[in-house]
């Protein structure tokens, strides 16, 4: 059995605060959210990867490798 330590709703917060593209982000319990102008919302766990990198899971599956966090939006909303 392979278990998967997800980051908690703090640390999620604590990751994008100051650090996301200008998209709108929020929390859900503690899988980070967006919404895409042509995709709509989607919302992802977070896991470290290490070195600074990343990884974003939905429904189970690896969909996002985040590694490069610049200045950008405040946790907003």
């Known amino acids: 059995m392979v278990f998967v330590m997800f ?5 999620v917060k604590a990751l994008f605060t100051n650090k ?3 998209r ?6 503690n899988k980070h959210c ?6 709509g919302d989607s919302c992802k766990f977070i896991k470290a990867g290490g070195d600074g990198a990343y990884h974003g899971i939905t429904d189970g599956k690896h969909t ?3 590694s ?3 200045d950008g939006e ?4």
């Open 7 to 11: 980051l908690s709703a703090d640390d």
């Open 20 to 22: 996301t593209s200008k």
């Open 74 to 77: 405040n946790f907003n909303k």
């Open 24 to 29: 709108k982000w929020w929390l859900e319990e």
């Open 68 to 70: 490069n966090f610049r």
């Open 34 to 39: 967006t919404i895409h102008p042509k995709r």
């Open 64 to 66: 996002h490798t985040l």
